[in-house]
């Protein structure tokens, strides 16, 4: 059984388009994350929810929304793609904020 | 500052030598450095971490020093083995432990 899953796994679509990633996890964890990690490898954290709660916003297009249907699932809904959100976005759940993470196997977006 | 910083950015170690990554942190108010391993097209993944009220933790072939006064934290592997090639990420919460933040990775290789 996938603990952190995330589909789709690979997405290619045209500049302007929308698009959405699901990630659901089966650990009964509280909080969820999105991340993006760019071509030189940088993690960087983009979102994080506690029981269906936003906690943490960063500096993020606000073409970008995160949204979580229940604590289980945190889906993110990218709207006019840009070239520059070409990227692995990751999908990861915790206990608690401060405690191991569990990713996911990651979406990769390729922006034609 | 709330960054974390990490180096050396690549390593390269014969296989049987120890390897040595050392994370600097600016948030006092960190409690928890967690160190993931990612595998080349892989998802990040926890090796080890470590809380502010040790100064060192050890998980067989790993440990994890934090000097808590300097806001320094080292990864240490010993009898490094071709599988411990990888790209290796600090992290220490910030922004009063809410946002984790990720060093910018290590890339280790092990030679035969």
């Known amino acids: 059984d996938t603990a952190v899953s995330q589909t789709p796994k690979y997405l290619v679509t045209q500049m302007g388009n929308d698009k959405s990633i699901k990630c659901e996890q089966n650990?009964?964890?509280?909080?969820m994350y999105w991340y993006k990690q760019d071509s030189k490898k940088f993690l960087k954290i983009m979102f994080s929810?506690?029981?269906?709660?936003?906690?943490i916003n960063e500096t993020v297009p606000n073409r970008f929304s995160p949204k979580s249907p229940d604590k289980a699932h945190l889906n993110l809904h990218i709207n006019s793609l840009e070239l520059g959100d070409s990227a692995v976005y990751f999908c990861?759940?915790?206990?608690?904020?401060?405690?191991?993470?569990?990713f996911g196997d990651g979406t990769r977006l390729s922006i034609l | 500052g709330e960054n974390v910083e990490q180096h050396p950015s690549t390593l390269s170690v014969q296989e049987g030598d120890s390897a040595v990554i050392k994370c600097t942190y600016s948030?006092?108010?960190?409690?928890?450095f967690p160190w993931y391993k990612q595998e080349l097209g892989k998802r990040p993944q926890l090796i080890i971490d470590?809380?502010?009220?040790?100064g060192e933790k050890k998980d067989q072939r790993i440990a994890v020093t934090l000097n808590k006064t300097a806001k320094h934290f080292s990864l240490h592997i010993t009898e490094t083995q071709p599988e411990d090639s990888a790209v290796y990420f600090c992290?220490?919460?910030?922004?009063?432990?809410?946002?984790?933040?990720f060093g910018t990775g290590t890339q280790l290789k092990v030679e035969l």
């Open positions: 990861a759940s915790s206990q608690a904020l401060n405690q191991p993470q569990h």
């Open positions: 650990l009964g964890h509280d909080t």
């Open positions: 929810y506690n029981n269906k709660e936003l906690i």
């Open positions: 948030d006092s108010a960190s409690n928890y």
């Open positions: 470590i809380r502010s009220n040790v």
């Open positions: 992290a220490a919460p910030r922004g009063g432990g809410n946002k984790l933040t």
